[in-house]
């Protein structure tokens, strides 16, 4: 009898023993937020597009850079200040850009299980062609951002989450070759999928048109080509044939929007909101007064003043929170848009273009300027002086004459002082491989006691140097940043 009775709680507890572990499986579920897996794809293209703005365009990049290209003065007794002072160990130290190296590297997981989705046929997400070109386009930009700002980086091997967690360097050029195959896989996609719609609301950037992501993508393919023209000076026709395709489709800037100056600003107005480090630069305030430029009242702070780039003095003021008198005016504003490409941009790069093949390019700079100014003087305006903006900024454009590369240069530079700092770098040290300089750079610090100090590059984020030895290798003690030139910029 004992042993029957034994028998029979023993199945009574394997039964309690099962039903214990079933209740347990169902209590850690997460049932309100399911696996990346189980996400449609378009799901994931609102989050893609605002880390690409927020963090890949405007973020630290464009914080730092704005102080090392002098578009504005670094300043707050804090990092922005050790920024403009050029101090070696805010500047080569792998923790100064680590988040961004972060926060780029996860978005581009993001966008690559997108992709993974579509072209393996994923229920919910088969035939979206058009969803499949726009991140393929937002994976052209972000790896081409990491390298324009490290040089050689993982590539082929990154991403790959647990697969692979110590990710080979790729050369830059081998990096350069993936990023424009990827632009022309997007633009095919694009190609096939423009009349389809299944992006709607998820795009912040294009409200769901394919046909302007397929502009978007053949600007972008403009802009990298043009990268190399230092290493490959034959490149022009190419990029020639980029900016037409992208005129031909429509490009009117690769924007992201839905910023309203008061629940959710623009990355730079939340950044001179809450950090006040940054002021206006003599730099670039003496080529607006040189050219009576109308948007100068907008980049002045509220004191009407600029400050020299490398003035101790001005670079450890701390502004006060409350009144922001320091500030550029332009990012008070709040719900301006992010620049992932801007209009004037590609027509910046046709006039360069144009220039440099002996061709007229007067309608091509004046389209760039004007494009510029009027997007300006519309923020700061009202429905009813929108045509009066645009007047101003056409009259002002003419007023500049014929351009030459000088011109050129220094009016892409001020237009890109608002938030496209990563191309005026990029800008920067092309022309110095190719043995030009028109935009003339003042911060005494960038050489101190007959050393460099206007970094090369950007060092690699703290956790890929720790992690990675690689990585560790190439970094070393950080003072690579000074001497090794990236290989669009005449280095290895």
């Known amino acids: 009898m004992k042993k029957y009775i034994f028998m029979t709680l023993t199945v009574v507890l394997l039964g309690l023993t099962a039903c214990t572990e079933d209740a347990f499986d169902r209590i850690n579920k997460d049932n309100e937020h399911p696996s990346p897996e189980a996400v449609p794809a378009v799901l994931q293209l609102t989050d893609a597009i605002m880390s690409t703005g927020f963090s890949t365009v405007s973020g630290d990049f464009a914080f730092y850079l704005s102080s090392l290209n002098e578009q504005e003065i670094g300043m707050g007794n804090n990092q922005l200040m050790f920024a403009e002072m050029r101090n070696s160990s805010e500047w080569a130290a792998s923790t100064t850009f680590n988040n961004v190296w972060n926060s780029i590297y996860g978005n581009l997981q993001n966008i690559r299980q997108m992709q993974s989705k579509i072209e393996n046929e994923v229920p919910g997400n088969v035939g979206q062609s058009d969803i499949l070109g726009m991140a393929q386009v937002l994976e052209a930009v972000n790896f081409g951002i990491l390298t324009d700002m490290f040089g050689d980086i993982p590539y082929s091997e990154a991403v790959q989450g647990q697969g692979n ?123 607006m007064k040189a050219t009576n430029d109308p948007r100068l009242d907008y980049y002045l702070n509220a ?80 429905e009813a002086t929108v045509p009066a903006a645009a007047t101003t900024a056409k009259a002002y454009a003419m007023s500049l004459g014929t351009p030459t590369l000088q011109k050129l240069f220094e009016q892409k530079y001020v237009a890109q002082a608002l938030d496209e ?72």
Not at 323 to 329: A, E, L, R
Not at 361 to 380: D, G, N, P, R
């Open 421 to 492: 700092q990563v191309e005026t770098y990029n800008d920067l040290r092309r022309l110095k491989a190719m043995g030009e300089e028109y935009v003339i750079l003042t911060n005494p610090r960038n050489t101190q006691s007959g050393i460099n100090r206007y970094p090369e590059r950007l060092p690699y984020g703290n956790s890929a140097v720790i992690g990675n030895p690689d990585v560790k290798e190439a970094y070393g003690d950080g003072s690579y940043i000074y001497s090794e030139k990236t290989w669009i910029n005449g280095g290895k």
């Open 165 to 287: 967690l110590q990710p080979k360097l790729d050369a830059q050029k081998d990096v350069y070759t993936g990023v424009l195959a990827t632009l022309d896989k997007a633009i095919s996609n694009l190609e096939k999928g423009k009349s389809m719609t299944n992006a709607g609301n998820q795009d912040i950037a294009y409200k769901g048109v394919a046909s302007k992501w397929l502009a978007a993508a053949h600007a972008l393919k403009a802009r990298y080509l043009l990268h190399k023209l230092a290493v490959e000076p034959n490149v022009l026709s190419e990029v020639a044939t980029a900016v037409q395709q992208a005129i031909d489709n429509g490009f009117e800037g690769f924007t992201v929007t839905g910023f309203n100056g008061s629940t959710c600003d623009n990355p730079w107005s939340a950044y001179v909101f809450s950090r006040q480090y940054t002021a206006p630069s003599k730099t670039v305030a003496d080529l």
């Open 303 to 382: 004191l009407g003043e600029s400050y020299t780039p490398g003035d101790e003095t001005i670079a450890k003021t701390v502004d006060d929170a409350r009144v922001m008198q320091y500030q550029p005016t332009w990012y008070l504003f709040g719900s301006q848009p992010v620049h992932i490409m801007s209009k004037a941009e590609l027509y910046f790069i046709q006039a360069e273009v144009q220039l440099r093949s002996n061709i007229d390019a007067t309608s091509a700079y004046q389209k760039a300027v004007e494009a510029s100014v009027t997007e300006i003087l519309t923020w700061f305006g009202d």
